[in-house]
Each structure stands twice: as C-alpha cells, then as structure tokens.
C-alpha cells in the first residue's frame, strides 16, 4: 500500500508521486504513534532501489490505529490524509496535504 500524490520538495524543486509508509514506532506508554512516509519520484524508483526523495514525519494518537492486537496500516494512511500540513503564520490548522492522494 502506498499513497499517490504530487509533492514539491521545496529544497530541490523535484516533485515526489509516490510515498509509501516505512517505520512505524508505537509508545504505548504515552499513547502516540510516530509514522514516517519516504516519497519517491514514482513507484518505480521505488522498485528499482532508488532512494527516497524526501521524508514526512507524523505523530498520532496510538488507540484509533490499532485494530485488535495489530498496529493498522491502512488506519496510518487514513489518518495521513487527514493529518494538517502544519500551521499558517495566525496558529490556524493548514489544510491536509495528502486528503487527495490515490491509494495503490
């Protein structure tokens, strides 16, 4: 599973289609998950052993994520396309970056 989206990396100016879900770290201890998406040019790149472009780290409540005794992937790529890209200057909730990505 993975997420199929156009992002500029703003350092490079290099646009990433393809972000796919690679470490997953639950603290259950203090009820977060932390969850990194790596984006790659396309799937292909992908395939082919070719590094990532960029990374995107996100932090979750862990109980909505977990789906009986199993940490959900398909539960983390929903709450990606939810999760606010950040704040704008007045403190305000961005619209999420993901919310039109295609799942592959």
């Not at 201890?29 to 990374?55: C, E, N, W």
């Not at 999420?96 to 990505?101: I, K, N, Q, T, Y």
């Amino acid at each position: 599973m993975a997420l199929l989206h156009p992002v500029e990396i703003t350092e490079t100016g290099v646009t990433a289609s393809y972000w796919r879900i690679t470490h997953v770290q639950a603290d259950f201890t203090a009820g977060t998950l932390d969850a990194q998406l790596h984006g790659y040019l396309h799937q292909d790149a992908r395939l082919d052993g070719r590094m990532p472009l960029s990374r995107m780290a996100f932090r979750f409540p862990v109980g909505s994520l977990v789906v009986g005794e199993a940490i959900s992937l398909p539960a983390i790529y929903a709450a990606v396309r939810v999760a606010p890209a950040g704040q704008d200057e007045d403190g305000a909730a961005m619209p999420p970056l993901f919310a039109g990505a295609t799942d592959i």
